[in-house]
């Protein structure tokens, strides 16, 4: 995933509150952003795996069609 598409998406899951973000020094010594996920983003990850394992079957469904 590109720099350009990461913080945006991070950024919509955090006004969802999917998310939530604190700054803190790397170990570097410079200010970094830390995103947790909220109890909110588990309930959503949860929801978005069962939908992307129904198409994941879905599709195996139809490909072992297409063998016969």
């Not at 995933?1 to 570097?28: D, F, H, I, N």
């Not at 970094?32 to 309930?43: D, P, Q, S």
């Amino acid at each position: 995933m590109e720099e350009g598409s990461l913080y945006p998406a991070l950024q919509r899951m955090q006004v969802k509150g999917w998310v939530e973000s604190e700054m803190k020094k790397t170990s570097t010594g410079r200010q970094g952003r830390y995103y947790t996920i909220t109890t909110a983003g588990r309930r959503q990850l949860r929801e978005e795996s069962a939908s992307f394992l129904r198409s994941v079957e879905a599709t195996s469904r139809v490909l072992r069609g297409a063998e016969s």
